[in-house]
């Protein structure tokens, strides 16, 4: 389906949504309040369990401890403390 017949039939069916691409995948998705789609936001729910975790073990960690334990880049492990 084309986004302009998309937009149409939004238009016509009085719903007020909008369609956005995944910051995390890519992939098109109906945007609410987040801006990843439903796997990605699972996804970063549960990255995001684990630095709470791991930082509640190792209170003195650094991003770079982190970085090394989780497997993640420093700036994932920046948008997960962040978020």
């Not at 998309?6 to 069916?13: F, G, H, L, P, R």
Request: aromatic share 4%; glycine share 6%; net charge positive.
């Amino acid at each position: 389906m084309h986004r302009e017949d998309v937009e149409s039939w939004k238009y016509k069916a009085g719903i007020n949504m909008n369609l956005s691409n995944c910051s995390g995948c890519g992939k098109l998705h109906l945007q609410r309040e987040h801006v990843l789609c439903t796997d990605c936001f699972k996804l970063h729910m549960e990255e995001r369990s684990k630095v709470k975790a791991f930082l509640s073990a190792h209170p003195g960690a650094s991003v770079m401890d982190l970085a090394r334990h989780m497997g993640l880049s420093i700036q994932k492990v920046n948008e997960l403390v962040k978020r």
